[in-house]
């Protein structure tokens, strides 16, 4: 089965935001990479592997600032940019990441570089409209400066644009003709994906990336043109799950990803060498076991929603965290009140800078930085808050599938999908709403719908409709 999703920017407020897309921001910054692609540094193997490694750390800053809304971490990273006379001088430079406004990053990359600002010129600002508080609580969670570029409404405008019934009857036309427009491609893409299923014998195949649909025909279109030159090197991907998103690699669940933004010589070097990461994958289930038995038997898994970490990277998170267990049991002893069994809980390790949190699902999610007397004491606290949220998932979640298949057979509906931070009982709120002003809401009828926290319509003619509409 082949799936494809397109997600804007999703944040965690009712929002209308306008920004750029991740295809704005790469033919704006289509100067530089040219200057510091790696292709280009073949015989260079010192000057490439540091422009490969600041590439994907680039990569990452923008893929959050664009798409999930983020405000990464300040960051220094050097370059090696490529000068024409004398051949074979580069120029090292480093580009500070230090701006949360895209349009600024862009251009800071770019002068950086001595490289001309033009095409940053065209970047809008990506200011956002925010149209209503949730609670007070949420406005306070976020960190310093973060309302800097929210323009307040009035409320005579809030309640306008919250009112969905007004909102579709104004949007809804618009978005069934983008849909039917892009038919052609939809069908395109379905035929591709069939063939290289059968062709590569794949497991599955998945786009897990902010650009629109024609990006992902063309990757389709690239990926079968490279198996038609290297029919031998495809053998590789029998049997396996292929995603094309943001990154090259093979991920934590095994699944090879390609990154949609890069040259078909990376994707067929990554392609070549992906049996090597089956050792790292074997290890990852004992990492796993070993960690859960010391921390009295804790079910280590992967988070429900979100981005994967990749194998190797993944792999080192755990160790990490399972050192750090093993010196502290060396030298201290658990909390009294920690529980002597932790099978029920589930605890999901992640990268050193992500946070110390319970998930509205039930999750501990854990940095693998974290002071084990800090994660320990945690547990303590909210162990059997976590035990219930993972109880009433199980419960929500069937019942969420449910009202959904019903929804979309109801509205002839062409997809209903959610955001990744909509949780079970927020999108079940939706949907009984939604069945409850069928009548009213008919405008929804045949359309492609994503529940957010926001009203948007995005490019391929996706209705973006906040849970808790009016």
Request: glycine residues 6%.
């Amino acid at each position: 089965m082949c799936h494809f999703n397109i997600r804007n920017l999703r944040l965690p407020l009712v929002f209308q935001q306008r920004c750029v897309s991740s295809g704005d921001v790469s033919t704006a910054l289509r100067p530089f990479y040219f200057a510091v692609h790696p292709d280009f540094f073949g015989n260079h193997p010192r000057e490439k592997a540091v422009n490969e490694n600041s590439l994907k750390q680039l990569n990452g800053f923008l893929d959050g600032l664009v798409k999930r809304g983020q405000v990464p971490s300040v960051m220094n990273l050097k370059f090696f940019l490529r000068k024409k006379k004398p051949e074979n001088i580069f120029q090292p430079i480093t580009v500070k990441l230090n701006n949360k406004n895209i349009k600024s990053t862009v251009e800071s990359i770019l002068e950086a570089c001595d490289l001309p600002l033009d095409a940053a010129k065209n970047l809008k600002e990506n200011k956002v409209q925010m149209l209503k508080f949730q609670s007070a609580s949420y406005a306070e969670s976020f960190t310093p400066g973060f309302w800097d570029d929210v323009e307040f409404k009035t409320k005579k405008e809030q309640d306008g644009l919250a009112n969905l019934s007004r909102w579709l009857e104004a949007n809804a036309k618009k978005s069934k003709e983008v849909l039917r427009a892009g038919q052609a491609v939809r069908d395109e893409i379905k035929q591709l994906s069939d063939e290289l299923l059968k062709e590569l014998k794949l497991k599955d195949l998945k786009w897990e990336c902010g650009w629109n649909t024609e990006h992902f025909k063309g990757c389709l279109r690239s990926l079968k043109c490279l198996a038609s030159h290297h029919p031998s090197a495809m053998t590789a991907l029998e049997n396996r799950s292929l995603v094309i998103g943001s990154e090259t690699g093979v991920n934590q669940f095994g699944h090879v990803s390609l990154n949609s933004g890069e040259v078909r010589h990376n994707w067929l070097e990554l392609i070549q060498n992906v049996g090597r990461y089956d050792g790292v994958l074997s290890r990852i289930p004992s990492c796993e076991k070993g960690l859960s038995r010391a921390l009295r038997d804790i079910k280590v898994t992967r988070r429900r929603f979100g981005p994967s970490l990749l194998a190797e990277e993944y792999e080192s998170q755990l160790k990490r965290l399972l050192t750090a267990i093993g010196d502290f049991k060396c030298r201290r002893t658990f909390p009294s009140g920690l529980p002597c069994d932790l099978s029920s809980l589930q605890l999901v390790v992640e990268t050193a800078a992500g946070p110390l949190m319970l998930t509205p699902t039930g999750q501990i999610i854990t940095p693998s930085s974290s002071p084990v007397s800090l994660l320990a004491n945690f547990i303590v606290e909210n162990h059997l808050k976590a035990l219930d949220l993972l109880n009433l998932y199980e419960v929500e979640h069937k019942e969420e599938e449910e009202l959904r298949s019903e929804c979309i057979e109801m509205f002839g509906l062409f997809s209903l999908i959610k955001d990744d931070n909509i949780t079970p009982r927020q999108m079940i709120e939706f949907l009984k709403n939604l069945k409850d002003n069928a009548d009213a809401l008919f405008n929804i009828r045949g359309t492609k719908v994503c529940v957010t926290n926001y009203y948007s319509v995005l490019a391929d003619g996706e209705l973006c409709i906040p849970w808790n509409f009016h």
